[in-house]
């Protein structure tokens, strides 16, 4: 429960500094985050599937 609380609290504190950034800025940061989490899944997919652990 206590994860919950903190979790909805950072949650609220991004979303507050977004909503005060720049559109384009905004945008940016979300293209980031979206290619970095992309890269991820590929990199535990392909390790899952060959068998070896990082």
Do not use: D, K
Not at 1 to 15: E, I, N, P, R, T
Request: aromatic share 10%; proline share 2%; glycine share 12%.
């Amino acid at each position: 429960m206590l994860f919950l609380v903190a979790a909805f609290l950072l949650l609220g504190v991004v979303l507050g500094t977004v909503a005060h950034a720049p559109l384009g800025f905004s945008a940016v940061a979300a293209v980031v985050i979206a290619v970095w989490l992309g890269i991820f899944a590929i990199r535990e997919r392909h390790g899952r599937r060959h068998g070896t652990t990082h």
